[in-house]
């Protein structure tokens, strides 16, 4: 593990065991329904204090350019942070089982009732929740991108371009998460290239 990453979470608060590993992504999984970047940022940033923002939104970033779900990578990289190969297992584990368990009883449950409309609204309204919370996560961490070698503007820029792309235009994400990632990279290069 890399020494300045041992350092400074060393100062804070962090996970006791694997099994308080385990427990606290099983919670979060649990609590989350399509899509828990809110509640994950909330758990691990402001109550358990495991991370500070900024190392946040820059392991969020990382894990969302990695295959898989977003939320599975940051539990794999978070376990492995504080714990190595064992950690990254525990969370790993308390991102799946128990939820899966959940999602098999639900499967059941949905076969039975699928044709029910108030079970449609529902998910609608699920849907609507998990949208809006996820807004809210995000505008809770735009207060990081003062620390954004471009500045804000720029970041704020790249975010709307991305939005325009992908919601308006309706281009592939497949397309322009790269091609922007690409142009981000390479404009922070060449500012922070001594």
């Not at 402001?46 to 599975?72: C, D, H, L, S």
């Not at 308390?94 to 699928?114: C, H, N, R």
């Amino acid at each position: 593990m890399d020494s300045h990453v041992t350092n400074a979470t060393h100062d804070r608060p962090r996970p006791q065991s694997l099994s308080d590993l385990y427990l606290s992504f099983t919670l979060l999984a649990l609590q989350g329904f399509g899509g828990v970047l809110a509640i994950v940022q909330h758990e691990l940033v402001e109550k358990k204090r495991w991370m500070t923002r900024e190392e946040f939104v820059e392991e969020w970033a990382v894990a969302q350019i990695m295959p898989g779900p977003n939320v599975v990578n940051l539990s794999l990289m978070i376990g492995a942070r504080y714990f190595g190969l064992p950690g990254a297992l525990a969370a790993l584990a308390g991102m799946l089982s128990l939820p899966l368990v959940v999602v098999l009883l639900l499967t059941f449950v949905y076969a039975q009732f699928a044709d029910h409309p108030g079970l449609a609204g529902a998910l609608r309204g699920m849907g609507a929740v998990a949208a809006g919370l996820i807004t809210a996560a995000g505008l809770r961490l735009l207060s990081t991108l003062k620390n954004y070698p471009l500045g804000m503007p720029a970041g704020i820029g790249f975010a709307a371009a991305c939005f325009i792309a992908i919601a308006l235009l309706r281009w592939p994400l497949l397309y322009v998460l790269p091609s922007l990632g690409v142009v981000a990279c390479f404009l922070t290069y060449r500012k922070l290239k001594p």
